[in-house]
């Protein structure tokens, strides 16, 4: 039985890529901080580890006593647009914890390396988004993630360790946590809409994003150390229609059967259209068109999970490193 290792294990995409892994019968340990996930999201028949990557003795101690075959890299604090004013927690928790995970996954032998990176690399201007493009990051959240990438790259060129990254974007979907203020626009969304607010949106709306439901990522995360032509290399993962937020708050409504005014609010800094190109990940993963949600039906599992869970409260960030520019609706209590 292959032992893996997921970091952000009781997040909304770790705790997914968990779900499968133990259903393709890996022994799964997951740490997590619990500072973005919960852990009622864990699997039951996962070993939970309450910890942070940037604790490099607990990594020390954790690799040399479980032995993995593989590690699952998705902590990160993935708030893209807050990055700009948080810059040294963001270098700290997303570059710095993930050379921890490196440096012990050489030292330990560890097979194959999976890194959860996002289309946030990219940048601005390069659409569709494909992986032979050279990244531009816009924001130090796309930053963090890119030289991440490359020390990936240079790791394996160097010491042999074998890798698969990911770039996916705007996934939605059960678990994520809808009382984040800062990131996760559906999750947003569903959260006004239940407590009767209107829903907020940056700018004029017209801003596009190809919104991907979990369902459509996370078994091919899980499941990619298993596909050797997929060692070594970068892949786009997940929805290829884009929608305006201006659309997607529309789309939310119809799938929550509520509707409230949407509030606009002064334009952020941020990557107006970003959308991926998909055709490599189709083609070494054998993906078809027809296996991938709808926005409507994704926005529905969504919704009924949304219900059940309930309005969730939205805490400040506690340690915000630069206001200046910062967005008024962050302010607010």
């Not at 993906?287 to 949600?293: A, I």
């Amino acid at each position: 039985m292959s032992k893996s290792l997921v970091t952000g294990g009781a997040g909304f995409i770790g705790a997914h890529v968990t779900n499968h892994l133990i259903e393709l019968g890996h022994s799964v340990v997951v740490l997590d901080d619990l500072s973005g996930g919960f852990q009622e999201n864990v699997n039951t028949k996962a070993k939970f580890i309450h910890g942070s990557i940037n604790d490099y003795a607990l990594l020390e101690k954790l690799f040399a006593e479980e032995k993995f075959d593989y590690v699952y890299h998705l902590a990160a604090y993935a708030a893209e647009g807050l990055s700009h004013f948080i810059k040294r927690f963001n270098y700290n928790n997303n570059v710095i914890g993930s050379i921890n995970l490196i440096n012990q996954a050489v030292l330990h032998k560890i097979k194959c390396f999976v890194f959860t990176s996002s289309i946030a690399v990219y940048g601005k201007g390069q659409l569709p988004m494909r992986e032979d493009m050279v990244p531009m990051p816009e924001d130090p959240y796309g930053i963090a993630k890119y030289s991440v990438e490359m020390d990936l790259k240079t790791t394996h060129e160097m010491f042999g360790l074998n890798y698969v990254i990911f770039r996916p974007h705007n996934v939605y979907g059960e678990y994520q946590n809808i009382g984040d203020r800062y990131r996760n626009v559906v999750g947003i969304f569903m959260n006004q809409l239940m407590q009767g607010k209107a829903l907020t949106v940056f700018g004029d709306g017209t801003q596009t994003r190809a919104f991907s439901y979990i369902g459509d990522v996370a078994p091919y995360i899980a499941n990619s150390v298993n596909i050797q032509k997929a060692y070594n290399e970068v892949f786009n993962i997940g929805g290829d229609i884009d929608y305006s937020v201006n659309e997607l708050a529309t789309e939310v409504m119809k799938a929550m059967n509520l509707e409230q005014p949407v509030r606009h609010l002064e334009a952020r800094n941020e990557v107006l259209h970003a959308y991926s190109d998909h055709s490599k990940m189709k083609k070494i993963f054998g993906l078809k068109d027809e296996n991938f949600t709808s926005l409507s039906l994704g926005l529905k599992k969504m919704a009924d999970w949304a219900k059940v869970t309930g309005v969730k409260s939205s805490d400040k960030f506690k340690g915000i490193e630069i206001t200046e520019k910062l967005p008024k609706i962050w302010l607010e209590e």
